[in-house]
């Protein structure tokens, strides 16, 4: 069965384009630097993005981990938000591996950090302190909706940084998205930052991998270090090859999946047994169940995968579908008619 997939836009599989390109790629060993599709791949992601250089990493936990290896020391700080994938969703690698503390303060419902928590949770210079290093922000924040930050926004926490002698990496797993929502360049969004990361294996379709940009001597830094996590990889231009088609091809369209998330939110309005609330702002749409709504999450779940639809719960009574290339608009709709028999 074929079946939608709104899970996320993490399941995308390569285009029958991406699956020729990578048979054909130009391929060396990337751990010497003679991979030619990977140099291509880094040169262009570094261009599009505005920065001097950029590293192809087997995915954006890696990528963000090197970032926080590159900017902190053992026992230095990072201001981060609270609802923040780093924070959450990444196994506490900077603890782990770096011995980097965290500091989390609220992502309020925009996405964003209050500008006056970041400037109260940097640390005086004091002994019985650590010493905070870095501000983390997400983009689009994931868990408060897919909600983009805007470039205004990450501008005023540039300044906090550049004042305070802080660096800024931007987690931009979505960044992309975010620069269609918003529709500005991307350059725009990322130029307070010292380095990003955004993926390649979301909503731009490539089967694996992500990048990470940023200063020429940053990125050789965290060359190194990715050697070090095991993350050296051999003739992975096979795999940079998608990369390419992702930034040419891919990075354009995701205005189509935000005008589809749109129009699921509209459809599944219709539905009763659901209560909507913001409307989304790039391919997430939230929806919670109404009280009245009996089944359990994966009672719902299985009836619809009945119905030829994959869905996820994201909290108790609350799901997220995410729309992307492998997707279209009758895809949509058969999602808000499997709801409205399913519920009703
Ligand atoms: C997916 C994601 C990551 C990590 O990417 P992986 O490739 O799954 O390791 C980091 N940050 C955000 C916001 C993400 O959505």
Redesign the pocket.
């Given at each position: 069965m074929n079946y939608i997939d709104l899970r996320s836009d993490?399941v995308t599989k390569p285009t029958p384009e991406m699956r020729e390109a990578m048979a054909e790629a130009e391929v060396g060993d990337d751990v010497y630097g003679d991979d030619p599709t990977v140099n291509l791949l880094q040169e262009k992601a570094a261009e599009m993005l505005g920065k001097q250089a950029a590293l192809f990493v087997?995915?954006?936990?890696?990528?963000?981990l090197l970032a926080l290896l590159v900017h902190c020391s053992r026992g230095e700080e990072v201001i981060l938000g609270d609802k923040?994938?780093?924070f959450m969703?990444?196994a506490g690698g900077m603890a782990v591996l770096g011995g980097i503390y965290p500091h989390p303060i609220p992502n309020q419902k925009d996405g964003t950090l209050r500008l006056d928590d970041i400037l109260a949770s940097i640390q005086p210079d004091d002994q019985h302190r650590t010493i905070t290093r870095l501000i983390c922000l997400?983009n689009?924040?994931?868990v408060c909706g897919g909600v983009p930050l805007t470039r205004e926004y990450t501008a005023q926490v540039g300044k906090i940084a550049q004042d305070n002698g802080l660096a800024l990496h931007i987690?931009g797993?979505?960044i992309f998205n975010a620069a269609a929502a918003l529709n500005v360049d991307v350059k725009e969004l990322v130029a307070p930052a010292d380095s990003v990361?955004f993926?390649l294996?979301?909503g731009l379709v490539a089967p694996i991998g992500?990048m990470l940009v940023g200063a020429k001597d940053f990125i050789a830094k965290a060359f190194r270090l990715r050697k070090m996590l095991g993350g050296g990889m051999r003739q992975v231009g096979i795999v940079a090859a998608a990369g390419l088609i992702s930034l040419e091809k891919m990075t354009g369209r995701l205005g189509q999946d935000h005008a589809r998330a749109k129009s699921l939110f509209e459809g599944l309005k219709q539905v009763s047994g659901l209560r909507l609330e913001a409307e989304p702002s790039s391919n997430m749409v939230y929806f919670d169940l109404a009280d009245r709504v009996t089944l359990t999450e994966n009672q719902i779940i299985e009836e619809m995968k009945k119905r030829g639809v994959l869905v996820d719960w994201s909290a108790p009574r609350q799901f997220r579908l995410v729309t992307h290339y492998w997707v279209d608009d009758a895809g949509v709709e058969q999602t808000v008619k499997a709801l409205g028999d399913v519920l009703k």
């Amino acid at each position: 069965m074929n079946y939608i997939d709104l899970r996320s836009d993490t399941v995308t599989k390569p285009t029958p384009e991406m699956r020729e390109a990578m048979a054909e790629a130009e391929v060396g060993d990337d751990v010497y630097g003679d991979d030619p599709t990977v140099n291509l791949l880094q040169e262009k992601a570094a261009e599009m993005l505005g920065k001097q250089a950029a590293l192809f990493v087997p995915s954006g936990t890696m990528g963000n981990l090197l970032a926080l290896l590159v900017h902190c020391s053992r026992g230095e700080e990072v201001i981060l938000g609270d609802k923040s994938h780093i924070f959450m969703n990444e196994a506490g690698g900077m603890a782990v591996l770096g011995g980097i503390y965290p500091h989390p303060i609220p992502n309020q419902k925009d996405g964003t950090l209050r500008l006056d928590d970041i400037l109260a949770s940097i640390q005086p210079d004091d002994q019985h302190r650590t010493i905070t290093r870095l501000i983390c922000l997400e983009n689009t924040q994931n868990v408060c909706g897919g909600v983009p930050l805007t470039r205004e926004y990450t501008a005023q926490v540039g300044k906090i940084a550049q004042d305070n002698g802080l660096a800024l990496h931007i987690d931009g797993a979505r960044i992309f998205n975010a620069a269609a929502a918003l529709n500005v360049d991307v350059k725009e969004l990322v130029a307070p930052a010292d380095s990003v990361m955004f993926c390649l294996s979301k909503g731009l379709v490539a089967p694996i991998g992500s990048m990470l940009v940023g200063a020429k001597d940053f990125i050789a830094k965290a060359f190194r270090l990715r050697k070090m996590l095991g993350g050296g990889m051999r003739q992975v231009g096979i795999v940079a090859a998608a990369g390419l088609i992702s930034l040419e091809k891919m990075t354009g369209r995701l205005g189509q999946d935000h005008a589809r998330a749109k129009s699921l939110f509209e459809g599944l309005k219709q539905v009763s047994g659901l209560r909507l609330e913001a409307e989304p702002s790039s391919n997430m749409v939230y929806f919670d169940l109404a009280d009245r709504v009996t089944l359990t999450e994966n009672q719902i779940i299985e009836e619809m995968k009945k119905r030829g639809v994959l869905v996820d719960w994201s909290a108790p009574r609350q799901f997220r579908l995410v729309t992307h290339y492998w997707v279209d608009d009758a895809g949509v709709e058969q999602t808000v008619k499997a709801l409205g028999d399913v519920l009703k």
